[in-house]
C-alpha cells in the first residue's frame, strides 16, 4: 500500500474491470486495490476467479502498466498457503472450439455459430436483447439446423472420440426455445448420428420437441457446408438410406462438445491424481467421487461429460465423502452468522420499501421499470422505490440491507423474477437488518409479466403496476412470524439394502451417524447381485460383497431384512416407522428418510420369452456369465434386441443403461469365442459419454449393429426348430433374419406397480412412476417432503456408479439436517381457531400431508376439536379454502391479505 500512488492506471488497463477503487478512509485521496489473492499489497475486496491471470494465466497488464511497481503477482502467489484436510477438484470442461479444426466453415461464416452463441443469441442479456436473428444481418431465420457431436465421437485430430452426454438434449431444448421464439414459424432441424436422450424425463422432452413443436431429428453424415450468394448455408449430407442430399438454412449452430482445459489437467497432475486418456480425473464405479490420491476428491465434467443434476448430486456426494474423512473435525473450524436482534414493529405504521429488478434487460427489455418506479412512489405507505440491475446480486443484496437501515423500512417488497429460486436469499437479508423475513412480499414481475407478454410491452408495464400495488396492499397488513423449533433426532432410516441404500447407511456412519436399513428381502444387495460386470470391467459380486461385509460389521448400522413398513407417522426430525417382520414389529424413531427401494427388470410378453429357454432378459444373460456357463461358449450366433419395453407409449422413457451393459455382455462373449457372431439391433445408440469408448470397441472387433425400423418391429418366430428374428434395416431400407442360437432382450427398468411408501411418507411420483426429486437441478435428491430423500433407481434408471453417488448425495443431504441438531419450520403455515371449529373433517380428508387432525377429547381446552401440525404443514392453503367454519387462517396469507390484493386490482 505504501507504494502505491492511486494513478488509476491499473484500473483502466484492466479488461475484466476486476481492479477497482477504495476509499482510504480518513484521507479524501483514493488508493486503488484489487483482492489480496490478486496479488496487489492493499486491501481484501473482490471475487479473484474473475482476473484473466489467476483464471487462465495471462494477462497481467495491470501489472505491466504500473509506474509504481506496487503490484507483483510473483510475490504474492508464493505467500498464499491454505491448510486443508481434504480438497475437492471441481474445475469442469470448456467447450470444444470448432475452429481448431474447422470442417463446416465457422470460420468463414457469421452464421455458422456454436451451441453456446445461440444461447446468447435468445439471452435477453445478450448481443440481440434476446430477439432471435441472423447474425450477419440481424434478419429473423425461417430455417435453423443443429449438427450434432461437433467435437464428440469424432476420432480426427483436434476431436474427442468420447460422447459430451449433454449435446443432444441441450440442442432439442435450443430447438425449442426457437421455435417458440419465432413469431411467424420456424423450420428447426437436427442432424444427428444417435439421439442421446438418456436423462430422466429426458425422451419425453425429445417426444415432445418431435410431435408438439415440430422440430425435425434427420439421422445423416454431413459432407460439408457451402454459404450461397444470399447468406444462406447449404449443408450437404448423406441421408439414413445413403442417398446424398442437400438444404439450405438461415443458421447452422453446432452442437459442440466438453473438454478437459490445459489449465484444469495441468493442475490434476499438480494434485498427482491419475487421469484417463482424454485426461478427466479417474475415478472407479464403487468410488465415482474419490480420485486415486487419498484425501482428494472430484465431481462435475471434470470427471467426465455431464449435465447439472449429475454434476450437483455429484458435488453433495464429493463434499460427503470429504466430510466422512472430516467428521470428527466437524464444527472445530466453523463460524456461526450473527443474525442481529430482531426489531419490534408492531404498532408502527407501515414504511414500505419497493425494490424494482431489471434482470439485465430480461425484465427491463420488455416492462419500463423507471415508470413503473415512479408509480410506485405514490403508493400508500410507500416510502421508497428504487431500480436494480440485477437484484439477487450481492452488491445489490448489500444495497437493500443498508437501505433498509437507512429509511427505517419495516416492510419489504421485491419485484422480480419467481420467488421458488429466490425468495429465501431477500428474505436472509431482511434478516440481517433486524427486520422479521416474514414482512417480505415478492411480485413475479419476469414471468407473468416481461416473458409472457414479451410482445406487448405496454400490457406488460401496466400488469408490472398492478401486481406492485396489490403487493404493497398486502404487505402493509403483513406483521412478524414466528417459527417453530424442533429438534432432530439424530438417526436416519434407509429404505432399501441394495448398493444405493447401502451406501447412504455406510455414508450416515462415516459421518457419525446412525442409520437402520430396511430390505424386503431376506438378504442384501440388490438386483446387483444379478449384474456381472460394470461397464468399467469391475467385477460386482465382488465389490457388493464388500459392501454387504462392511454395513453388516459397523456398529452404527442396523439391519432389517424380510421386513415391511406397515405404517408411519410423523415429520422431519421426528419420523416414526413401524416396521412389520415375520417375526416381530418394531417401531424406528429416526430424523430423516433415504428412500432407496430399488427397481426391476421388465419380464417381456413377446419375442418368444419364458416359452423358449434361448430367448433370455439382459440380467439373465449376466447370471450365466456369473456361473460361468460352459453353454456360453458353444454359442455361434447371438443377437441382441434394443429398447424390449422402454421408449415406447406405455413406458416413454430411456432405460438408460441397456446399451452399454448389451456391448459389455457382447464383448465378453467375444471374449469367450472369438469366432462368434454378435449382432446388436438397436434404435439409437446410448452409450453416453465415457462409454463411447465400449462402442468403439465393439465395432472394432467385430460386433454388428443394426438400426431396426421401430415402425415396422421385430418379429421372433420359429425356422424349424430354429429361431428367427426378422426386422427391416434402416440403412439397407429391406427385411433382414437372423437366425441365433440365443436372443437376449434388453428390457426396460421398471418401478413397482403399487408403491405404498409414496403415500406413507408423502412425497410424489412421477408419470412413469418413479420417486421425484424436489428440483432437478437445485435439490436432485431431495424429496419435497423435508426430511426425505431419495437415491438409486428408485429415483429412475442409472448404472451402479451413479447409484452410488447418488447415494452418497442423498446422505450428505440427510448430513445436513442431522449436524444441526435443531431447525425452524416456517412461519408460513395454518393455524386453526378451536372455538369456531365444528369438526367436519374437511381439513384432514383434504390435505396431501396429513398435517391436520383431530385432537383428542381429554386434552381439549376448547369445544373445538381440529389442531394443524406446523411441522407438517406446507403452507399450500387447501385446509382454509375447504374450512366451512373460516376457523382455519394461513399465516401470511389470512382472509384480509387476500381481500386486500382483489380490491387493489379495482383501484
Known amino acids: 500500500m505504501d507504494k502505491c500512488i492511486a494513478c488509476g492506471a491499473c484500473s483502466l488497463k484492466c479488461p475484466k474491470k476486476v481492479v477497482n477503487e477504495y476509499d482510504a478512509g480518513l484521507s479524501k485521496r483514493k488508493a486503488i486495490y484489487v483482492d489480496y489473492a490478486q496479488a496487489v499489497p492493499l486491501k481484501y475486496a473482490i471475487d479473484d476467479t474473475q482476473c484473466f491471470y489467476l483464471t487462465k494465466g495471462k494477462c497481467r497488464k495491470c501489472e505491466e502498466v504500473c509506474p509504481a511497481d506496487a503490484i507483483n503477482f510473483e510475490d504474492k502467489a508464493r505467500d498464499l498457503t491454505i491448510n486443508v484436510g481434504a480438497v475437492i477438484y471441481s474445475s469442469g470442461c470448456k467447450p470444444y472450439n470448432p475452429a481448431t479444426h474447422d470442417v463446416y466453415g465457422y470460420n468463414k461464416s457469421k452464421n455458422i455459430i456454436t451451441s453456446l452463441?445461440?444461447?446468447?443469441?435468445?439471452?435477453?442479456?445478450?448481443?440481440?436483447?434476446?430477439?432471435?436473428?441472423?447474425?450477419?444481418?440481424?434478419?429473423?431465420?425461417?430455417?435453423?439446423?443443429?449438427?450434432?457431436?461437433?467435437?464428440?465421437?469424432?476420432?480426427?485430430?483436434?476431436?474427442?472420440?468420447?460422447?459430451?452426454?449433454?449435446?443432444?438434449?441441450?440442442?432439442?431444448?435450443?430447438?425449442?426455445?426457437?421455435?417458440?421464439?419465432?413469431?411467424?414459424?420456424?423450420?428447426?432441424?437436427?442432424?444427428?448420428?444417435?439421439?442421446?436422450?438418456?436423462?430422466?424425463?429426458?425422451?419425453?422432452?425429445?417426444?415432445?420437441?418431435?410431435?408438439?413443436?415440430?422440430?425435425?431429428?434427420?439421422?445423416?453424415?454431413i459432407t460439408n457446408i457451402v454459404e450461397t450468394e444470399d447468406g444462406n448455408q447449404l449443408i450437404r449430407y448423406v441421408d439414413e438410406s445413403g442417398k446424398l442430399a442437400e438444404e439450405a438454412f438461415d443458421i447452422v449452430v453446432l452442437s459442440v462438445g466438453l473438454e478437459v482445459g490445459q489449465q484444469a489437467g495441468q493442475l490434476a497432475r499438480i494434485l498427482d491424481t491419475k487421469l484417463d486418456k482424454y485426461n478427466f480425473v479417474s475415478t472407479t464405479s464403487f468410488a465415482p467421487v474419490t480420485t486415486s490420491k487419498p484425501g482428494v476428491y472430484v465431481c462435475g465434467t471434470i470427471e467426465a461429460p455431464k449435465d447439472i443434476p449429475s454434476s450437483v448430486i455429484e458435488a453433495s456426494a464429493s463434499a460427503g465423502s470429504a466430510g466422512s474423512s472430516l467428521s470428527e473435525f466437524r464444527w472445530s473450524l466453523t463460524k456461526q452468522k450473527e443474525i442481529p436482534s430482531e426489531i419490534d414493529i408492531r404498532g408502527q405504521r407501515p414504511r414500505i420499501g419497493v425494490f424494482v429488478c431489471c434482470c439485465g434487460t430480461n425484465i427491463a427489455g420488455v416492462v419500463d421499470v423507471p415508470l413503473v418506479v415512479e408509480y410506485v412512489k405514490d403508493l400508500p405507505y410507500v416510502t421508497f422505490s428504487d431500480q436494480g440491475l440485477f437484484s439477487c446480486s450481492q452488491d445489490a443484496l448489500n444495497n437493500l440491507a443498508a437501505t433498509i437501515e437507512r429509511e427505517k423500512l419495516n416492510r419489504v417488497v421485491v419485484a422480480a423474477c419467481t420467488p421458488k429460486t429466490h425468495e429465501t436469499l431477500f428474505q436472509e437479508t431482511l434478516a440481517t437488518t433486524g427486520l422479521n423475513k416474514y414482512v417480505f412480499e415478492m411480485v413475479n414481475i419476469r414471468n407473468q409479466c416481461s416473458w409472457v407478454h414479451k410482445d406487448s410491452p405496454d400490457l406488460a408495464t401496466e400488469k408490472a403496476k398492478d401486481l406492485i400495488r396489490m403487493a404493497v396492499d398486502k404487505v402493509s397488513l403483513m406483521g412478524p412470524l414466528d417459527e417453530v423449533e424442533l429438534e432432530i433426532n439424530q438417526s436416519a432410516l434407509v429404505i432399501g439394502g441394495g448398493i444405493a441404500g447401502m451406501q447412504a447407511a455406510k455414508t450416515l456412519s462415516d459421518q457419525g451417524y446412525h442409520a437402520s436399513i430396511i430390505e424386503r428381502n431376506e438378504y442384501l444387495g440388490g438386483k446387483a447381485l444379478d449384474i456381472h460386470e460394470t461397464w468399467q470391467g469391475e467385477n460386482v459380486a465382488e465389490?457388493?460383497?464388500?459392501?454387504?461385509?462392511?454395513?453388516?460389521?459397523?456398529?452404527?448400522?442396523?439391519?432389517?431384512?424380510?421386513?415391511?413398513?406397515?405404517?408411519?407417522?410423523?415429520?422431519?426430525?421426528?419420523?416414526?416407522?413401524?416396521?412389520?417382520?415375520?417375526?416381530?414389529?418394531?417401531?424406528?424413531?429416526?430424523?430423516?428418510?433415504?428412500?432407496?427401494?430399488?427397481?426391476?427388470?421388465?419380464?417381456?410378453?413377446?419375442?418368444?420369452?419364458?416359452?423358449?429357454?434361448?430367448?433370455?432378459?439382459?440380467?439373465?444373460?449376466?447370471?450365466?456369465?456369473?456361473?460361468?456357463?460352459?453353454?456360453?461358449?458353444?454359442?455361434?450366433?447371438?443377437?441382441?434386441?434394443?429398447?424390449?419395453?422402454?421408449?415406447?407409449?406405455?413406458?416413454?422413457?430411456?432405460?438408460?443403461?441397456?446399451?452399454?451393459?448389451?456391448?459389455?455382455?457382447?464383448?465378453?462373449?467375444k471374449e469367450r469365442n472369438p469366432e462368434m457372431d454378435v449382432y446388436i439391433l438397436y434404435r439409437d445408440m446410448r452409450t453416453y459419454g465415457l462409454r463411447e469408448d465400449l462402442y468403439l470397441e465393439a465395432r472394432e472387433k467385430g460386433i454388428s449393429f443394426l438400426r431396426y425400423n421401430f415402425e415396422k418391429g421385430i418379429e421372433v418366430d420359429y425356422d424349424g426348430d430354429e429361431l428367427r428374428v426378422e426386422f427391416t434395416d434402416t440403412v439397407m431400407r429391406r427385411k433382414m433374419a437372423i437366425n441365433p442360437d440365443m436372443l437376449v432382450l434388453a428390457t426396460a427398468i421398471i418401478p413397482p406397480a403399487e408403491n405404498p411408501i409414496a403415500q406413507q411418507y408423502k412425497?410424489?411420483?412421477?408419470?412413469?412412476?418413479?420417486?421425484?426429486?424436489?428440483?432437478?437441478?437445485?435439490?436432485?435428491?431431495?424429496?419435497?417432503?423435508?426430511?426425505?430423500?431419495?437415491?438409486?433407481l428408485a429415483h429412475g434408471p442409472k448404472p451402479i456408479d451413479e447409484s452410488v453417488s447418488q447415494a452418497i448425495a442423498a446422505a450428505t443431504r440427510a448430513v445436513t439436517l442431522l449436524a444441526k441438531k435443531n431447525i425452524s419450520i416456517s412461519g408460513t403455515v395454518a393455524e386453526v381457531s378451536p372455538q369456531i371449529c365444528s369438526e367436519c373433517g374437511g381439513c384432514i380428508s383434504v390435505c396431501p400431508y396429513s398435517a391436520p387432525s383431530f385432537i383428542e377429547e381429554s386434552a381439549r381446552?376448547?369445544?373445538?376439536?381440529?389442531?394443524?401440525?406446523?411441522?407438517?404443514?406446507?403452507?399450500?392453503?387447501?385446509?382454509?379454502?375447504?374450512?366451512?367454519?373460516?376457523?382455519?387462517?394461513?399465516?401470511?396469507?389470512?382472509n384480509d391479505q387476500i381481500l386486500s390484493q382483489i380490491a387493489a386490482i379495482y383501484e
Open 117 to 221: 452463441e445461440f444461447e446468447r443469441i435468445l439471452s435477453s442479456s445478450g448481443p440481440y436483447g434476446g430477439h432471435m436473428v441472423r447474425p450477419s444481418d440481424n434478419k429473423e431465420p425461417k430455417k435453423i439446423a443443429w449438427l450434432q457431436c461437433v467435437g464428440s465421437r469424432d476420432v480426427h485430430i483436434g476431436a474427442k472420440g468420447y460422447c459430451s452426454s449433454v449435446c443432444c438434449t441441450y440442442a432439442v431444448k435450443e430447438a425449442m426455445l426457437a421455435v417458440d421464439h419465432a413469431k411467424d414459424g420456424l423450420d428447426a432441424a437436427i442432424f444427428y448420428m444417435d439421439i442421446r436422450t438418456y436423462g430422466k424425463d429426458f425422451e419425453r422432452y425429445y417426444n415432445q420437441a418431435r410431435d408438439e413443436f415440430g422440430v425435425r431429428f434427420v439421422k445423416s453424415k
Open 543 to 669: 465389490n457388493v460383497s464388500r459392501l454387504i461385509k462392511d454395513v453388516q460389521n459397523d456398529e452404527n448400522i442396523d439391519i432389517h431384512t424380510g421386513a415391511a413398513i406397515s405404517h408411519v407417522d410423523g415429520f422431519v426430525g421426528n419420523f416414526i416407522t413401524t416396521v412389520q417382520t415375520a417375526d416381530s414389529k418394531v417401531d424406528l424413531e429416526h430424523g430423516v428418510t433415504i428412500i432407496a427401494s430399488g427397481a426391476s427388470e421388465f419380464k417381456p410378453d413377446q419375442y418368444l420369452y419364458d416359452e423358449d429357454d434361448r430367448v433370455l432378459t439382459g440380467l439373465e444373460l449376466d447370471q450365466k456369465l456369473i456361473a460361468d456357463d460352459p453353454a456360453i461358449t458353444e454359442i455361434n450366433t447371438a443377437v441382441f434386441i434394443q429398447c424390449v419395453g422402454s421408449r415406447i407409449p406405455e413406458r416413454p422413457y430411456c432405460s438408460k443403461v441397456c446399451c452399454t451393459h448389451s456391448i459389455k455382455n457382447a464383448l465378453t462373449l
Open 763 to 792: 412425497v410424489t411420483l412421477n408419470q412413469d412412476g418413479f420417486f421425484m426429486e424436489a428440483h432437478a437441478k437445485l435439490r436432485p435428491v431431495d424429496c419435497s417432503t423435508d426430511g426425505v430423500f431419495l437415491c438409486g
Open 861 to 894: 381446552f376448547f369445544p373445538g376439536r381440529a389442531q394443524i401440525n406446523p411441522a407438517l404443514c406446507k403452507g399450500c392453503g387447501l385446509c382454509v379454502a375447504s374450512c366451512r367454519s373460516g376457523a382455519i387462517h394461513l399465516h401470511g396469507f389470512d
